[in-house]
T-cell receptor
Framework: DVKVTQSSRYLVKRTGEKVFLECVQDMDHENMFWYRQDPGLGLRLIYFSYDVKMKEKGDIPEGYSVSREKKERFSLILESASTNQTSMYLC???????????FGSGTQLSVL | SQQGEEDPQALSIQEGENATMNCSYKTSINNLQWYRQNSGRGLVHLILIRSNEREKHSGRLRVTLDTSKKSSSLLITASRAADTASYFCATVTSGTYKYIFGTGTRLKVLA
C-alpha cells in the first residue's frame, strides 16, 4: 500500500523562524498536496505539485512556499513563522488527477 | 451537510445503529470522495463515486449521489465503536486539480 510519510508528528517553533515540513511518498505518484486543517474550517489547500519542479498555489498560499526537487518529496516552507500558522499540516499524494488521495499522519505545528 | 451548512456537525449513536451523514456542494464535479479521520491523524480514503453514478457500496458503507441536488450521503450500517471518527466529503471539480473538502461530521459510536 502507498505510504506517505511526514517527517514530524509534533513541532514547536518560535515566531520568525524558518520552518521546513517534509513529505515523502513511496509510490511514484505524480501529484502531491499540502493542506492545513483548523477546527471549523476543514482542510484548506496551500499548494500542490503535479510534477517535479512544478507547483500551483492553492487557496491559502500566503506565508508559505514549496519545493519539489524529486518526485517522491514535497516540502512545505514557512519563511517566517507566525502564530496564525499554528495548525495541523497534512500532506497527500495521488497517482493521477481525480483519483483518491493518500494522506500522511499529519504534523501538528505550534508557533509560539 | 458539509461544504456549506453542516447537518449534522456531530452525531452520536449506539453500536449497531446506522449512521447517515450528508454533504452538499456547489460546483460541477468529476467525482465525490469520502474520507475518515481518526482523532489527530491523517485522512483515510473510504469510497469514490463518479458524477455519472448514483449509488455505490463498499462493505458496510453506502454512498449516494444526486447531481441535480448537488448532494451526497454516506450511510454506515451496523456501526461499531471503531467507526468513531470524523468523516469528510471531498469534491473534485471538473477541469481543476482541486479537491474541496467539507468541514466534516464527527461521529461517536457508543458501545
Amino acid at each position: 500500500d502507498v505510504k506517505v510519510t511526514q517527517s514530524s508528528r509534533y513541532l514547536v517553533k518560535r515566531t520568525g523562524e524558518k520552518v521546513f515540513l517534509e513529505c515523502v511518498q513511496d509510490m511514484d505518484h505524480e501529484n502531491m498536496f499540502w493542506y492545513r486543517q483548523d477546527p471549523g474550517l476543514g482542510l484548506r489547500l496551500i499548494y500542490f505539485s503535479y510534477d517535479v519542479k512544478m507547483k500551483e498555489k492553492g487557496d491559502i498560499p500566503e506565508g508559505y512556499s514549496v519545493s519539489r526537487e524529486k518526485k517522491e518529496r514535497f516540502s512545505l516552507i514557512l519563511e517566517s513563522a507566525s502564530t496564525n500558522q499554528t495548525s495541523m499540516y497534512l500532506c497527500a499524494s495521488s497517482r493521477m488527477y481525480n483519483e483518491k488521495l493518500f494522506f500522511g499522519s499529519g504534523t501538528q505545528l505550534s508557533v509560539l | 451537510s458539509q461544504q456549506g451548512e453542516e447537518d449534522p456537525q456531530a452525531l452520536s449513536i449506539q453500536e449497531g445503529e446506522n449512521a447517515t451523514m450528508n454533504c452538499s456542494y456547489k460546483t460541477s464535479i468529476n467525482n465525490l470522495q469520502w474520507y475518515r479521520q481518526n482523532s489527530g491523524r491523517g485522512l483515510v480514503h473510504l469510497i469514490l463515486i463518479r458524477s455519472n453514478e448514483r449509488e455505490k457500496h463498499s462493505g458496510r458503507l453506502r454512498v449516494t449521489l444526486d447531481t441535480s441536488k448537488k448532494s451526497s450521503s454516506l450511510l454506515i450500517t451496523a456501526s461499531r465503536a471503531a467507526d468513531t471518527a470524523s468523516y469528510f466529503c471531498a469534491t473534485v471539480t471538473s477541469g481543476t486539480y482541486k479537491y474541496i473538502f467539507g468541514t466534516g461530521t464527527r461521529l461517536k459510536v457508543l458501545a
